[in-house]
């Protein structure tokens, strides 16, 4: 049982990537969220979309710029991100969260996925 980010990469500022985040062996309908590392800082909630309807949140540096979604069938969420900043690189990590409703707080997590790299530089 586990979850799988991938999608990460190296790209420039103002560059799109999509994050993609999979579940083995159990069907991702949980409310899930991706959070984010940088070097040297703690780790942050990015986005949430909760189980019971899909509302979704997101952090006011993200707003307008990242989409998340979800393919129920492919237990399968999705991040997509554009307009890429160079404060956007950290490593990304998509988790399951206690409950039915969206935390930010790392503490809610039930599981974690493993991290995706992502780097925006020039």
């Known amino acids: 049982v586990q979850l799988q980010a991938s999608g990460g990469g190296l790209v420039q500022p103002g560059e799109s990537l999509r994050l993609s985040c999979v579940a083995s062996r159990f069907t991702l309908d949980n409310t899930v969220g991706w959070f984010r590392q940088a070097p040297g800082k703690e780790r942050e909630g990015v986005s949430c979309?909760?189980?019971?309807?899909?509302?979704?949140y997101y952090i006011d540096d993200t707003k307008g710029r990242f989409t998340m979604s979800r393919d129920k069938a492919k237990s399968t969420v999705y991040l997509q991100m554009n307009s890429l900043k160079p404060e956007d690189t950290a490593i990304y990590f998509c988790a399951t969260i206690k409950g039915a409703y969206c935390s930010g707080d790392p503490h809610f997590v039930y599981r974690w996925g493993q991290g995706t790299l992502v780097t925006v530089s020039s």
């Open positions: 979309m909760e189980k019971t309807d899909s509302t979704t």
